[in-house]
């Protein structure tokens, strides 16, 4: 279990910076920084409700998070993964509506909070940076897009094969180069692939007895990649 | 988007982008998936749909662009395909001259973060649907999406084929649909893809209850 209080560097000193904030000088960096809040989120604990007033952007500074929308019948829909040195919570920000998911930490995680109007007003100020807020959401267009081709063109099959391969790109392996990296339930691979838990727990076996994944609890070993792959009929 | 409710002004795209004038017919293709990409267009009349493996992921209006995400992404080729749905009349803009002006003009970067929201948010919203709703609510909500409010009506102009390619519900079942609605008093179906909405609050009741 995580240590729940740790020293979380200011935006300048960040490890996780990546591209999103590496166009900013140093002084909008501290701008960021400064009274920027670092919360510890328990597994399970909710970071922030869908429908609620958008307040602030979230970076996720240590762990993984799932978004999450409520469909009818009250069914969750994972909508996407958030790993190290994601950000959450930009669209509602950008567009002023209230968050469009539920953020839900799916380990323990450390999370910081820049508030909304200082992020506005970098992005404001710095074109650079609003042109990569631009790429960001274009990414995560093509993404939406393909996720509704997804639902419904493919098979249930090849949803599911598909699911696993994101989450094998998203979180990577454990330290045996094969089993991937997130605890998922059969019913948060469901959400994912938009289809029931029974349909899910039906096909996982039957890629199992194709020796293209192995099941070990809530462990999934993949176990060959290429033919996975093809049986998602992913080409891109 | 209809010419009143516009976010972008023709004579500042016009002003801010020495691009050529290109007229399509209805059918005509404007680009395919896969071909090179030196180019973003913004329609100045009429209407495209755009296509992705067949399956149409949107149709974009006059006063939009079309092609954005393309040229965003750092990609050499459109990721999807888009043809007129009716004559349309868009002008061409180079890639490095749209790029050029989102890192020179803070409002029009605003506005194309506006629609890029907009548009995920639709999607989103349309995967949803497809999950959770029935073929009835779906052609509804396609419908409803594609308004234009003039005056004392509120009519969509979508053909049965593209209503069809939308939603993933065959023409015979999206025409039957079309049917029942208007004998329930719902729309009235006109010519030429001109659907007339009779009850909004009914309609709006029936795709988000």
């Given at each position: 279990?995580?240590?729940?209080?740790?020293?979380?560097?200011s935006?300048?000193?960040?490890g996780?910076?990546?591209?999103?904030?590496?166009?900013?000088?140093?002084?909008?960096?501290?701008?960021?920084?400064?009274?920027?809040?670092?919360?510890?989120?328990?597994?399970?604990?909710?970071?922030?409700?869908?429908?609620?007033?958008?307040?602030?952007?979230?970076?996720?500074?240590?762990?993984?998070?799932?978004?999450?929308?409520?469909?009818?019948?009250?069914?969750?829909?994972?909508?996407?993964?958030?790993?190290?040195?994601?950000?959450?919570?930009?669209?509602?920000?950008?567009s002023?509506?209230?968050?469009?998911?539920?953020?839900?930490?799916?380990?323990?995680?450390?999370?910081?909070?820049?508030?909304?109007?200082?992020?506005?007003?970098?992005?404001?100020?710095?074109?650079?940076?609003?042109?990569?807020?631009?790429?960001?959401?274009?990414?995560?267009?093509?993404?939406?897009?393909?996720?509704?081709?997804?639902?419904?063109?493919k098979?249930?099959?090849?949803?599911?094969?598909?699911?696993?391969?994101?989450?094998?790109?998203?979180?990577?392996?454990?330290?045996?180069?094969?089993?991937?990296?997130?605890?998922?339930?059969?019913?948060?691979?469901?959400?994912?692939?938009?289809?029931s838990?029974?349909?899910?727990?039906?096909?996982?076996?039957?890629?199992?007895?194709?020796?293209?994944?192995?099941l070990?609890?809530?462990?999934i070993?993949?176990?060959?990649?290429?033919?996975?792959?093809?049986?998602?009929?992913?080409y891109? | 988007?209809?010419?009143?409710?516009?976010?972008?002004?023709?004579?500042?795209?016009?002003?801010?982008?020495?691009?050529?004038?290109?007229?399509?017919?209805?059918?005509?293709i404007?680009?395919?998936?896969?071909?090179?990409?030196?180019?973003?267009?913004?329609?100045?009349?009429?209407?495209?749909?755009?296509?992705?493996?067949?399956?149409?992921?949107?149709?974009?209006?006059?006063?939009?662009?079309?092609g954005?995400?393309?040229?965003?992404?750092?990609i050499?080729?459109?990721?999807?395909?888009?043809?007129?749905?009716?004559?349309?009349?868009?002008?061409?803009?180079?890639?490095?001259?749209?790029?050029?002006?989102?890192?020179e003009?803070?409002?029009?970067?605003?506005?194309?973060?506006?629609?890029?929201?907009?548009?995920?948010?639709?999607?989103?919203?349309?995967?949803?649907?497809?999950?959770?709703?029935s073929?009835?609510?779906?052609?509804?909500?396609?419908?409803?999406?594609?308004?234009?409010?003039?005056?004392?009506?509120?009519?969509?102009y979508?053909?049965?084929?593209?209503?069809?390619?939308?939603?993933?519900?065959?023409k015979?079942?999206?025409?039957?649909?079309?049917?029942?609605?208007?004998?329930?008093?719902?729309?009235?179906?006109?010519?030429?893809?001109?659907?007339?909405?009779?009850?909004?609050?009914?309609?709006l009741?029936?795709?988000?209850?």
């Open positions: 279990m995580k240590k729940n209080t740790i020293e979380i560097p935006c300048s000193n960040c996780n910076s990546k591209e999103f904030f590496c166009n900013l000088s140093e002084s909008e960096k501290q701008l960021l920084s400064d009274k920027k809040g670092d919360n510890f989120y328990k597994k399970g604990q909710v970071i922030f409700y869908e429908g609620n007033h958008a307040n602030g952007l979230y970076c996720l500074y240590d762990g993984k998070v799932k978004l999450t929308k409520l469909g009818k019948d009250g069914k969750e829909q994972i909508v996407r993964f958030s790993k190290n040195g994601d950000i959450l919570g930009y669209r509602s920000l950008l002023d509506e209230p968050y469009h998911a539920t953020a839900t930490a799916l380990e323990d995680s450390h999370i910081c909070m820049i508030s909304k109007e200082k992020f506005l007003q970098v992005v404001e100020q710095n074109t650079k940076l609003s042109l990569q807020v631009i790429q960001l959401l274009s990414k995560d267009l093509k993404g939406a897009e393909q996720h509704l081709i997804d639902v419904a063109q098979t249930v099959k090849e949803r599911i094969a598909e699911s696993l391969i994101l989450l094998k790109n998203t979180f990577g392996y454990l330290a045996d180069g094969k089993t991937i990296n997130i605890n998922m339930t059969r019913s948060e691979i469901a959400d994912m692939a938009g289809t838990t029974e349909s899910t727990i039906r096909t996982l076996a039957t890629l199992s007895d194709e020796n293209m994944i192995a070990d609890g809530k462990n070993i993949i176990s060959d990649l290429p033919n996975l792959i093809r049986c998602s009929n992913t891109d | 988007m209809d010419k009143d409710n516009q976010r972008f002004n023709l004579q500042f795209i016009k002003d801010s982008f020495s691009g050529e004038e290109i007229n399509l017919s209805s059918g005509d404007l680009f395919n998936e896969g071909e090179k990409n030196d180019f973003v267009f913004f329609i100045e009349s009429g209407s495209i749909k755009v296509l992705k493996n067949k399956w149409v992921i949107g149709i974009t209006k006059a006063f939009e662009f079309v954005i995400t393309s040229c965003i992404n750092e050499d080729i459109y990721t999807f395909s888009s043809k007129a749905i009716e004559d349309s009349k868009l002008l061409k803009i180079k890639k490095i001259a749209f790029k050029n002006l989102l890192l003009n803070k409002h029009f970067s605003k506005q194309i973060i506006e629609i890029l929201c907009e548009r995920i948010k639709l999607t989103d919203i349309r995967t949803r649907s497809y999950i959770d709703n073929p009835r609510q779906r052609v509804l909500f396609e419908i409803f999406n594609n308004i234009t409010r003039s005056n004392n009506s509120i009519a969509a979508i053909t049965n084929e593209d209503l069809s390619e939308l939603t993933g519900i065959s015979r079942a999206v025409t039957k649909i079309i049917t029942d609605l208007t004998k329930e008093g719902l729309l009235e179906s006109k010519d030429l893809g001109s659907i007339l909405i009779k009850d909004e609050p009914k309609i009741t029936e795709i988000k209850p």
